[in-house]
């Protein structure tokens, strides 16, 4: 059993009812609530306990945008935790902490909404030389299956208790947005840590420099894999400003889904997406390259084509004569991803 991420190595020695015995092969601190992992291949264990339902519960009931799964090992796990919401779900983060999962990714990547790379367990799973590369296959399955992929833990955690990073955290850093992840995650530095303002900002500003910067370091094209017509589009979508001279991509979604396609193309220029509902827009804004709008509902094609121009106009994305790509469903709501307009901003909508 290993305790904190591996910091304490114990040596199991004896089981007597609920109580375990084990002999300390390697010590170390650890906190209160810290975890604890059993390095096995399949443990007994169900996927969604009593107590994780009755704090799914609580969690949905106030409004939370996401729900991380824990130590999910194959499709199966994320398909229990969704049935467990019933009618009221939100997106679903596998965390990917363990062996199996890595091995069963492909599944895991279609089942759930996003992955969270959670180096800590992870690299108690697997050897610790084999974690960078495991952690750019990781983000390459995401990001071809078009889900959001979060690479977490240690990402600056001498800040837990100094005012600057390291040279190789801030490295660490760096890497995992070249890599192509669409989030970087601060764990006990900004939970535990004596500088969490300070450790924010910093993550902040390395991303934000390597985004400007660092283009042509950065991981090769994903070929997202196009199973569906609003897939496609996306694609296109995303091609055009690499042949015409346009400044931003905008969608209207009432579900995220095609700024979710949007993002996995990884678009030259700005994508901005106007979205109705509040919750939506909210979990909209960790997909990489969104900046979401709120919206009203349009009553047609036109009308929906009205509001983006408008909408760019007036937050000053956009001058009367540029050209936008916009994409969407039409009609708007009713059915998925299969509208591809190059629009004039300021122009009449025919």
């Given at each position: 059993?290993?305790?904190?991420?591996?910091?304490?190595e114990?040596?199991?020695?004896?089981?007597?009812?609920?109580?375990?015995?084990?002999?300390?092969?390697?010590?170390?601190t650890?906190?209160?609530?810290?975890g604890?992992?059993v390095?096995?291949?399949?443990?007994?264990?169900?996927?969604?306990?009593?107590?994780?339902?009755?704090?799914?519960?609580?969690a949905?009931?106030?409004?939370v945008?996401?729900?991380?799964?824990?130590?999910?090992?194959?499709?199966?796990?994320?398909?229990?935790?969704?049935?467990?919401?019933?009618?009221?779900?939100v997106?679903?983060?596998?965390?990917?902490?363990t062996?199996?999962?890595?091995?069963?990714?492909?599944?895991?990547?279609q089942e759930?909404?996003?992955?969270?790379?959670?180096?800590?367990?992870?690299?108690?799973?697997?050897?610790?030389?084999?974690?960078?590369?495991?952690?750019?296959?990781?983000?390459?399955?995401?990001?071809?299956?078009?889900?959001?992929?979060?690479?977490?833990?240690?990402?600056?955690?001498?800040?837990?208790?100094?005012?600057?990073?390291?040279?190789a955290?801030?490295?660490?850093?760096?890497?995992?947005?070249?890599?192509?992840?669409?989030?970087?995650?601060?764990?006990?530095?900004?939970?535990?840590g004596e500088?969490?303002f300070?450790?924010?900002a910093v993550?902040?500003?390395?991303?934000?420099?390597?985004?400007?910067?660092?283009?042509?370091?950065?991981?090769?094209p994903?070929?997202?894999?196009?199973?569906?017509?609003?897939?496609?589009?996306?694609?296109?979508?995303?091609?055009?400003?690499?042949?015409?001279?346009?400044?931003?991509?905008?969608?209207?979604t009432?579900?995220?889904?095609?700024?979710?396609?949007?993002?996995a193309?990884?678009?030259v220029?700005?994508?901005?997406a106007?979205i109705?509902?509040?919750e939506?827009?909210?979990s909209?804004?960790?997909?990489?390259?969104i900046?979401?709008?709120?919206?009203?509902?349009?009553?047609?094609?036109?009308?929906?084509?009205?509001?983006?121009?408008?909408?760019?106009?007036?937050?000053?994305?956009?001058?009367?004569?540029?050209?936008?790509?916009?994409?969407?469903?039409?009609?708007?709501?009713?059915?998925?991803?299969?509208?591809?307009?190059?629009?004039?901003?300021?122009?009449?909508?025919r």
């Open positions: 059993m290993l305790l904190a991420d591996g910091a304490v114990l040596a199991v020695e004896d089981i007597a009812g609920d109580v375990v015995r084990a002999r300390c092969l390697s010590g170390g650890v906190r209160s609530g810290q604890v992992n390095p096995a291949e399949r443990l007994g264990l169900p996927p969604v306990t009593a107590r994780d339902r009755d704090g799914l519960e609580r949905l009931g106030l409004g945008d996401f729900v991380a799964q824990s130590f999910v090992r194959s499709p199966r796990d994320v398909a229990e935790l969704r049935a467990a919401m019933g009618d009221d779900t997106p679903i983060v596998a965390k990917i902490e062996r199996p999962a890595v091995e069963d990714i492909g599944g895991i990547v759930a909404d996003a992955i969270m790379i959670a180096r800590g367990d992870l690299g108690v799973e697997l050897p610790m030389e084999e974690i960078p590369l495991v952690q750019k296959e990781l983000i390459r399955a995401a990001r071809a299956a078009g889900r959001l992929a979060i690479v977490a833990t240690q990402m600056l955690e001498s800040m837990i208790h100094a005012p600057r990073p390291t040279r955290e801030t490295t660490d850093v760096a890497k995992a947005v070249l890599d192509g992840a669409d989030a970087v995650m601060l764990s006990g530095e900004t939970a535990v500088f969490p300070e450790a924010a993550a902040t500003r390395i991303a934000s420099h390597v985004e400007a910067r660092g283009e042509s370091f950065g991981a090769r994903v070929d997202v894999r196009h199973a569906s017509e609003g897939a496609a589009v996306a694609h296109a979508a995303a091609a055009i400003p690499n042949e015409l001279d346009v400044v931003a991509i905008t969608c209207y009432e579900t995220g889904r095609t700024a979710r396609l949007l993002s193309e990884r678009p220029v700005p994508v901005y106007f109705p509902p509040v939506v827009r909210r909209t804004c960790l997909l990489w390259g900046e979401a709008l709120p919206a009203s509902i349009p009553a047609d094609t036109d009308e929906m084509i009205a509001l983006m121009d408008a909408g760019l106009q007036e937050h000053g994305l956009a001058e009367p004569g540029d050209s936008v790509v916009m994409a969407a469903a039409s009609p708007a709501g009713r059915t998925t991803t299969n509208m591809l307009k190059i629009h004039r901003v300021g122009m009449p909508v």
